[in-house]
């Protein structure tokens, strides 16, 4: 497969994955189009950003957001919504409700999945699981061992999603919580290496259940200066089956998805839209008959 390149087009970008020369143009009535919407580190920002801000004057809102998501899914039905953690902790809405206004309003923007930040842990794991009961959608984490903890069974590693005949794999990655939470907050929640929980995850979810695109809801972060520590882009290079790898924690504005390679020479996109809701990201791919794909990535503000 050919390294894919982005071509700039209206403020998108376009990566091609190889469909042997075949144009969208010359096989429109036998693509399948899957879109894939997401969100990250949005800190309990419910209301939008006043117009006296500094930095993000009127930009946010789930409202604004919400109409966004409405908008894509009447464009296209086959749209997946997810996030990639730090859902709580940031304004008064946590500190009264503790979580219940966020989950409460990303069921009724009918999120798909979304993995788990460290200040998710905020409340405690107590507090974590008093709000399960208002979230209508899967949260997914599959480093994180819950066995010995309130949360077992409340968290699965991976999901699969069949849209309009395509095969979609979401799994869960977080970042390690000692250091970032206390202990008596996550008590006995287990870390485990992402990088061999990825590699055992994405093969199942390839070569067991069938995926045809595999995607990675990472709270890992994108980059760091030390390349010992865990990360969205040495992630990309030690897999072999992730498509996608949708970020978060570090809080990185991406224009468009990065490309880059794993480990047996194939390309990944990896992609981060900021913080606070600000940003909607957006990714389209394409399944020509044989499942070959292709992908469009774009950054909304909202």
């Known amino acids: ?3 894919r390149t982005f071509i700039k087009k209206t403020g998108a970008s376009t990566a091609f994955l190889g469909l042997g020369g075949l144009s969208l143009q010359s096989c429109s009535k036998e693509i399948r189009h899957i879109t894939i919407l997401h969100t990250n580190d949005v800190h309990s920002h419910i209301d939008t950003f006043p117009s006296s801000h500094s930095r993000y004057a009127n ?16 464009e296209n039905p086959n749209t997946l919504l997810l996030d990639a953690g730090d859902i709580f902790q940031g304004t ?23 993995t788990i930040g460290n200040h998710d842990f905020d409340n405690g794991i107590d507090g974590l699981l008093a709000q399960m009961p208002h979230a209508d959608f899967e949260l997914l984490s599959a480093n994180y061992d819950f066995k010995n903890t309130v949360m077992d069974a409340h968290v699965k590693p991976y999901k699969v999603f ?4 395509i095969k979609v794999g979401v799994y869960g990655l977080g970042i390690e919580l000692d250091g970032l939470v206390t202990k008596k907050l996550y008590k006995e929640t287990q870390y485990l290496d992402p990088f061999e929980i990825a590699q055992d995850t994405e093969s199942v979810l390839k070569n067991e259940k069938g995926c045809d695109l595999v995607i990675c809801l990472s709270h890992l972060g994108y980059d760091y200066q030390s390349k010992t520590k865990p990360s969205d882009l040495i992630l990309a290079s030690k897999t072999s089956y992730t498509d996608l790898i949708i970020g978060g924690h570090t809080h990185t504005f991406l224009e468009k998805p990065t490309v880059t390679q794993n480990k047996i020479g194939k390309d990944v996109l990896v992609n981060q839209v900021g913080c606070f809701g600000i940003n909607l990201g957006r990714i389209d ?11 469009e990535g774009v950054t909304i503000t909202v």
């Open 285 to 295: 791919f394409y399944f020509d008959q044989l499942k070959n794909s292709q992908s």
């Open 92 to 114: 008064p809405y946590f500190n009264f409700y503790g979580g219940e206004l966020e989950f409460k309003l990303m069921s009724m923007l009918k999120y798909d999945a979304a």
């Open 162 to 165: 069949m849209i309009d005949g």
């Open 59 to 74: 930009l946010g809102g789930v409202a604004k957001r919400a109409s966004l998501v409405s908008s894509i899914r009447n």
């Open 1 to 3: 497969m050919e390294r």
